[in-house]
């Protein structure tokens, strides 16, 4: 296990983590959009002197755009960040429980293309990006760490 999420309702770890970073990373492509469009939206409404904007006044339609700017920024950095952490916990196989304790177990270190590898499946393809898609690729066999 990585770490509890709320947003998902669910622990993150090794069975879901594609499933997590696509979240993250799926919901700062839709911060970021929502961000072009606020701005895209205040330069039309200003650039037809607000008469091709909504019903409301000019002055509440810059409020409702200045809280979506706002929002749009706040969700977009974010869920940047989760998307960046939980890719560098990939590449460095190592969940954040791990680096927090600086936890190191005896097996062997992997390279990052195959710690992404195990994580989204091979070869890189379109289901990579797809939450449909699961990862069946495993390419090295673990020894048993708590065997007895």
């Not at 990862?135 to 065997?147: A, I, R, V």
Request: hydrophobic fraction near 40%; proline fraction near 5%; charge should be neutral.
């Amino acid at each position: 296990m990585d770490h509890h999420c709320p947003w998902v309702n669910n622990c993150v770890g090794e069975n879901n983590q594609k499933f997590f970073v696509l979240f993250t990373m799926y919901i700062c492509l839709i911060s970021c959009h929502a961000f072009y469009m606020a701005i895209y939206q205040f330069v039309v409404c200003v650039g037809n002197e607000w008469k091709d904007c909504p019903k409301h006044s000019p002055a509440a339609t810059t409020i409702f755009l200045m809280f979506l700017l706002f929002e749009a920024l706040l969700f977009g950095l974010f869920t940047a960040i989760m998307c960046g952490s939980q890719l560098s916990s990939i590449c460095n196989d190592e969940t954040g429980i791990e680096h927090l304790k600086r936890e190191k177990f005896g097996h062997g270190k992997r390279s990052w293309l195959l710690n992404i590898k195990s994580v989204f499946g091979h070869p890189f393809s379109y289901k990579w990006f797809s939450p449909f898609h699961s990862s069946h690729y495993q390419p090295l066999e673990m020894p048993d760490l708590y065997s007895v």
